[in-house]
């Protein structure tokens, strides 16, 4: 049995002011395995983040169902955290409460959480800074606080929102490769939404290509390079360029298609 799978999901918004309704995916199906790290690309709007808000619970679908386990996912679970672009931090606590702040949610002591908040803060590479304030961070510390909210609880599945879009290419790239040893050290499952064929090549074990909107799934493509990627250039392995044109090819395909569709409409 797959760890989280999703069987003909199909998401639709109603659009009162258009007096229409937006169809975000159809008849979209996947399987993850327990451990796997999966990114999902595609064009904007084609319901990446809809399929992830689904597993998180916070998206009912249409119709079809998504299942953790076996079990239905009706609703948010402690198995399951979020991490978004926007950081989210809470401006006037330290580095060290924002961090505690997941464990105080689910109701976690102090005497108990201390442990754990350090052993996160570690993780992330932020020691030394647990009473820094958010507006002494730079916006890739930041990001490690929230990544290190997320793992604090040891959830079980870590559904990311293209957390490191926001980055400088530097402060990104760098994130990548230490978040690539976090998840190689923790083995959670990881559910990544990115725009960035670098990105998904350098994280994933799978990289799921979708089309436009409405969202279907177009390919699953294996990424077959050596882990860990951080210990080479992975940019130079042979495969990498092959495996780089192969999903632009798919995408720039979609792009272009959506394109010509808007095009028929406005004449």
Not at 31 to 60: D, H, Q, R, Y
Not at 210 to 215: A, I, K, M
Not at 229 to 237: E, G, M, T, V
Request: hydrophobic residues 40%; proline residues 6%; negative net charge.
């Amino acid at each position: 049995m797959p760890f989280i799978e999703a069987n003909e999901l199909c998401a639709e918004y109603d659009l009162p002011r258009k007096q229409l309704t937006m169809v975000a995916l159809w008849k979209f199906s996947l399987s993850i395995e327990k451990g796997e790290f999966i990114s999902i690309v595609g064009p904007s709007g084609c319901g990446k983040t809809t399929f992830l808000n689904i597993v998180a619970g916070l998206v009912k679908p249409t119709s079809g169902q998504a299942s953790i386990n076996g079990k239905p996912i009706t609703s948010p679970g402690p198995e399951r955290n979020v991490v978004f672009q926007e950081y989210g931090l809470l401006p006037w606590r330290s580095v060290e409460d924002n961090v505690k702040f997941g464990l105080e949610l689910r109701g976690v002591k102090d005497s108990d959480s201390a442990e754990k908040v350090h052993q996160a803060i570690e993780l992330v590479g932020l020691h030394g800074f647990e009473h820094a304030f958010s507006y002494e961070l730079s916006g890739g510390m930041k990001q490690r606080v929230g990544l290190a909210r997320a793992l604090v609880t040891d959830p079980q599945i870590l559904l990311m929102d293209e957390p490191f879009g926001s980055l400088d290419a530097m402060t990104r790239e760098i994130l990548q490769r230490e978040f690539e040893r976090i998840i190689m050290k923790t083995g959670q499952t990881v559910l990544f939404v990115t725009h960035s064929i670098d990105e998904a090549i350098a994280l994933s074990d799978r990289i799921v290509v979708c089309t436009s909107r409405p969202g279907r799934i177009k390919e699953i493509i294996p990424v077959n390079l050596p882990r860990p990627r951080a210990d080479y250039d992975f940019k130079l392995h042979p495969e990498y360029g092959k495996l780089w044109e192969h999903i632009w090819s798919q995408l720039q395909a979609e792009v272009y298609d959506d394109l010509a569709m808007q095009k028929e409409k406005l004449v």
